[in-house]
Nanobody, 125 residues
Framework: QVQLVESGGGSVQAGGSLRLSCLAS????????MAWFRQVPGREREGVAN????????MYGDSVKGRFTISRDTAKNTSYLQMDKLTPEDTAVYYC??????????????????WGQGTQVTVSS
């Protein structure tokens, strides 16, 4: 049974930074694809970033390129989302997702079978 637990959400002023963490258990390999999505009420869940094995570079959604960085610590089975230069438009519930395969699929919710409960990020102006 795959379980994903997010942490690190909170409130920050525009221009600030936050780092989210996702602790994974039950994945077969430490290099299995992990991803971050976010959702605002009334809107579809949006792909933020994903990271797979070393042979595949991380991928980012257009709205966060150059500001967010995804990484992972395979020894700790944890992925991280470093969010810099935050704006109020980044306010959302952020979800961790995973799929047990080395190469990440396209960053769409339908491609990821496992999800965390989400953590709220609020950016004030």
């Amino acid at each position: 049974q795959v379980q994903l637990v997010e942490s690190g959400g909170g409130s920050v002023q525009a221009g600030g930074s936050l780092r989210l963490s996702c602790l994974a258990s039950g994945l077969r390999e430490s290099t299995d694809c992990m991803a971050w999505f976010r959702q605002v009420p009334g809107r579809e869940r949006e792909g933020v970033a994903n990271i797979g094995g070393e042979l595949q570079g991380p991928m980012y959604g257009d709205s966060v390129k150059g500001r967010f960085t995804i990484s992972r610590d395979t020894a700790k089975n944890t992925s991280y989302l470093q969010m810099d230069k935050l704006t109020p438009e980044d306010t959302a519930v952020y979800y961790c997702a995973a799929i047990p395969q080395y190469f990440c699929p396209v960053l769409r919710t339908i491609n990821f079978p496992f999800w965390g409960q989400g953590t709220q990020v609020t950016v004030s102006s």
